[in-house]
């Protein structure tokens, strides 16, 4: 379970983030960064969401003091056409401090290797499910963006509606993990790779981005918006984040709101 005391003390003095708002319990993080307004540089975190939010008006279903909810502000000096690379950015980080972390606990099968990816655009998966999803909302207008952060940590169970899709570190390590710790491992991994938004490295951020796909080549089913469920051979991953896939010979390219990768090859 997280604790207001280690939070703070992890994250005493890092200019990364000066302001923490801890909650036992709130609707949304995300929510909650919104509406009040927080400063940029602010940590919105809590061990249960009454009301979590995902992407595309879904709800973010997460097991109370079992796992990491939170939202990170920041500003970001990035054109709106470019926005897209705060994703990349916000997704890279948190894949590479479960990795990380995975490592580190020793566990060394093939886990720690290719199992772990960016499921286009920003899902985290292991070895096949989803173990973490992040929710960015902007202002473009001032640059101002909230980062929603969701992974499954120590939780074991799920409704039936994600059972088959979903999973958390602890399934598939058999760890129990120190969500403080893990907590810390991800904002370092944040604020290590914002240097790169920082200093407008937008091609550096893409295609670290793009090798954690490990997707390129892979053969998929997805389903389009129309409802029509398709087969095809990924091609590419633009900078500008459309999909391009093959089809009978025929490429086609796709944004992310236009279907939704079933298998991931
Ligand atoms: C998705 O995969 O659809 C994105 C899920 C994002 C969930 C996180 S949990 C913290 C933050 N607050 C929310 O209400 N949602 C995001």
Not at 35 to 64: A, C, H, M, Y
Not at 205 to 211: A, Q
Request: proline content about 2%.
């Amino acid at each position: 379970m997280l604790e207001r005391n280690s939070i703070s003390k992890l994250l005493e003095n890092n200019p990364f983030i000066n302001n923490i708002y801890f909650f036992d319990e709130i609707n949304s993080t995300n929510c909650y960064a919104k509406q009040n307004k927080i400063p940029p540089d602010s940590l919105v975190i809590t061990n249960f969401q009454k009301n979590g939010r995902g992407r595309f008006e879904r709800t973010w279903e997460s097991e109370k003091n079992n796992n990491l909810t939170f939202t990170i502000t920041k500003k970001v000096n990035i054109k709106h056409c470019e926005q897209n690379h705060i994703v990349y950015y916000a997704a890279y980080s948190v894949y590479s401090a479960v990795k990380h972390s995975i490592k580190s606990i020793g566990f060394n099968s093939k886990l720690s290797g290719s199992n772990i990816r960016i499921k286009w655009p920003n899902d985290i998966l292991i070895n096949q499910k989803k173990a973490a999803g992040i929710l960015i909302e902007s202002n473009p207008v001032d640059n101002y963006y909230i980062i929603g952060i969701g992974i499954n940590v120590n939780s074991i169970s799920f409704s039936n509606d994600l059972v088959n899709t979903t999973t958390s570190l602890q399934i598939e390590t058999k760890h129990l993990f120190n969500l403080n710790v893990l907590l810390f491992d991800i904002i370092s991994q944040l604020q290590k790779n914002f240097k790169y938004l920082e200093e407008h490295k937008l091609n550096k951020i893409y295609n670290l981005w793009k090798k954690s796909l490990k997707c390129i080549g892979n053969e998929v089913f997805y389903l389009h918006k129309s409802g029509e469920k398709k087969y095809g051979k990924i091609k590419d991953i633009s900078q500008s984040g459309n999909i391009f896939i093959e089809e009978n010979g025929l490429i086609k390219s796709f944004n992310n709101g236009e279907i939704k990768l079933i298998n991931y090859g």
